[in-house]
């Protein structure tokens, strides 16, 4: 298995009701996807985008089929080892951003690391770090509704990274967003995308696709098309992920992908990670 | 798994800070049922400590014969309850009295016969007022004191009463020349001899209100009302080490004498309590009944309450669990603010419970009692309502499906 692979489903199938009321969301549906691609799913209402995502990000259970991440099976763990990984290496971006209200910017952010055994003061340190990197910073104790739609999904996309997740999913993330706020926040996940993360991203909007390197367009729980438009060489190297799984490693890890340029800023933003999490 | 504890605790204080008067209220509900079990508690201990340390005033040589009724004790009860007159059932009789005296070891014995009666004065006519029947040696065993005169003597007992404190006040208005006076009973006319010193204990191992009370001869209350009913018979032992044997042989004595009914106790020491114990307990076992009855609605408000948070919160749920938050996550995160909720209640309720404990004692004889014990079984049984009513609500939080939970936006 090539070392690239991060996710791999096989004759994945979801399926709605019994008998005559029977309809599927998925139906045999394969796919590959690397470290470091962006991709965008496209395709009408009803044609299983959404539950695609869902099943990718363990909100949801295939009826039946395989789902490799990280070279487990994942389809039939338990539903607290589901929660588990779901905090740390999945990280979702919603089209109505799902911050919830009674909390400040700052606490809105540090959730994911509540469950991933932070201490308070590591968990607002680390959101606050997030924050800043989306100029939202001097917002910090501002409520959700205080904020424009824009600024709220930048909360929400730095909510997504704070945990160093592998896989960012976002389900139409522009959605509710005017034109301006849309590139904006486009240029937030590619910046993301730049880092090493592979960014799963649904849209219905033609025009974003200029951002992926992969496009598949979904029609009845199928793949339609499946256009790569980055040869896989080129993906951005994932770092971060693989300094989150194993620490003790990092001076491995960077022997094994030598080939990126900017391999000294990437370094140092190691660092700076590393840092941030003591 | 401690800093998640933490975590879980803070997010609970959060959430009944920002519902504030629902909290409290809910609070409030836990509170009165645990208030009134406390205050059933302490009231209930403050009255058998006022019994235990009047036994032990008297002193450690006393022994008690009781009449047992033959039928059972509900049914005993009941009739206790019914009827105008509690005393009525005996079957100790003045002859027994002189059985008891003949047995070894023993310095004193006294009657106790109690009946109601219309009391009159020259000047005023009290109606149920108690009469206590005795005999001389009553006064050589219970420890009161005479404000004015003496007790009865052998030259005076068949037509002489000793009045309590309050009774000669409220019939002469006066206790200083009260001696000396005659008051009627029945139409008899009796000398009052002596006026007793004000004693204020309302509640004793006699059952009289020695204050209200007019004292008299057994013989001679025998004779106005035709038939006395002896309650309690006192007995003063010379020696303390040999209490058991004194009472085995009151007991066989007895037994002998009723040929072999045996229809009487015989008791000593730490098991003399309040003549009406066991009326007294079914009554603070029922009320005890009611104020749990209470704490299970105030359950029901806490468990109502969670499950209309649960509702409001669906959509956080929804996200927390997207991030990474397991079941159980939230399951404790639920029931957290349900425990704390209720022991938030029951702190409050022990409180409240004391403080009106100790109102209540303001216009009663007895203090309140506190015993680590009951503060302990207080909140342990907060904390067990706070899991049964929370964790319902907790485990439907926790059950939720995060994708229906996301939908379901403001």
């Known amino acids: ?278 | 798994m401690a800093l998640l504890l933490r975590t879980h605790y803070k997010l609970a204080k959060a959430s009944i800070r920002e519902n504030r008067t629902r909290s409290f209220l809910t609070c409030l509900g836990i509170a009165i049922g645990v208030a009134s079990i406390i205050l059933i508690l302490s009231l209930m201990g403050g009255i058998s400590n006022l019994v235990k340390s009047e036994v032990s005033e008297i002193g450690s040589d006393l022994i008690v014969v009781r009449p047992i009724s033959t039928k059972d004790s509900i049914t005993n009860i009941v009739e206790e309850l019914t009827s105008a007159n509690s005393f009525q059932k005996s079957n100790l009789s003045v002859a027994d009295v002189k059985t008891i005296k003949k047995v070894e070891g023993i310095s004193a014995v006294a009657p106790i016969a109690v009946s109601t009666n219309t009391v009159a004065s020259e000047k005023n006519t009290f109606s149920s007022v108690p009469v206590l029947g005795t005999n001389l040696d009553f006064i050589k065993i219970e420890p009161l004191a005479l404000r004015y005169g003496a007790f009865l003597t052998e030259n005076n007992e068949g037509n002489s009463v000793v009045l309590g404190h309050t009774l000669s006040l409220a019939l002469f208005n006066t206790i200083n020349s009260t001696v000396g006076k005659t008051v009627t009973i029945m139409g008899e006319k009796f000398m009052v001899v002596g006026v007793l010193d004000s004693i204020d204990k309302s509640i004793n191992f006699d059952n009289v209100d020695f204050d209200n009370a007019l004292i008299m001869d057994i013989n001679a209350l025998d004779k106005i009302t035709g038939s006395t009913q002896i309650q309690q018979i006192n007995i003063k032992a010379n020696n303390t080490d040999s209490l058991p044997k004194i009472s085995e042989d009151i007991e066989s004595a007895l037994v002998n004498q009723k040929l072999g009914d045996k229809n009487f106790s015989v008791s000593y020491g730490d098991k003399i309590t309040h003549p009406a114990s066991s009326l007294f307990m079914i009554v603070s076992g029922m009320l005890t009944l009611v104020a749990m009855i209470s704490l299970v609605v105030g359950g029901i408000g806490v468990m109502n309450i969670m499950l209309v948070s649960v509702s409001e919160r669906n959509h956080e749920i929804g996200i927390r669990k997207a991030v990474g938050a397991s079941s159980r996550n939230i399951l404790m995160q639920f029931l957290f603010e349900a425990l704390i909720l209720s022991i938030l209640g029951g702190i409050l309720g022990l409180i409240l419970g004391y403080v009106l404990a100790f109102i209540i004692s303001t216009i009663t004889p007895f203090a309140p009692h506190i015993s680590l014990g009951i503060i302990l079984v207080t909140f342990l049984t907060t904390l067990v309502v706070g899991i049964i009513f929370g964790i319902y609500p907790a485990l439907k939080a926790a059950s939720k499906n995060p994708i229906d939970s996301l939908k379901h936006y403001r």
Do not use: W
Not at chain 1, 52 to 60: H, K, Q, W
Not at chain 1, 144 to 163: D, K, W
């Open chain 1, 1 to 278: 298995m090539s070392e690239n692979i991060l996710i791999e489903l096989k004759g994945l199938t979801k399926r709605y009701g019994y008998g005559d009321t029977e309809s599927f969301a998925l139906k045999d549906f394969d796919l590959t996807i690397k470290r470091g691609e962006f991709i965008m799913i496209m395709g009408p209402s009803g044609c299983g985008k959404t539950t695609l995502l869902n099943i990718i990000g363990l909100l949801d259970r295939a009826t039946y089929g395989e789902y490799i991440l990280n070279g487990e099976n994942v389809a039939g763990i338990s539903a607290r080892r589901q929660a588990r990984l779901r905090a740390k290496k999945i990280g979702f971006v919603f089209q109505n951003f799902n911050l919830i209200e009674d909390l400040s910017i700052l606490e809105n952010v540090a959730l994911p690391l509540v469950y991933t055994g932070y201490s308070k003061t590591a968990r607002l340190k680390n959101a606050s770090s997030a924050l800043k990197r989306f100029h939202l910073q001097e917002r910090e104790y501002y409520f959700p509704y205080q904020l424009s739609g824009g600024q709220q999904q930048r909360v929400a996309i730095a909510r997504a990274i704070v945990g160093n997740p592998e896989i960012i999913l976002a389900d139409e993330p522009t959605g509710n967003l005017d034109s301006r706020s849309s590139h904006i926040v486009m240029e937030e996940l590619k910046a993301i995308h730049e880092e090493g993360n592979t960014i799963i991203m649904v849209t219905h909007n033609p025009a974003l696709t200029v951002y992926a390197t992969r496009v598949i367009n979904m029609l009845d729980g199928q793949i339609d098309t499946d256009v790569k438009t980055v040869a896989d060489a080129n993906l951005p190297q994932p770092i971060s992920v693989k300094i989150k799984r194993k620490k003790k490693e990092t001076e491995t890890v960077e022997i094994i992908t030598p080939e990126n340029d900017d391999e000294e800023k990437n370094k140092e933003e190691k660092k700076h990670k590393k840092g941030r999490r003591k």
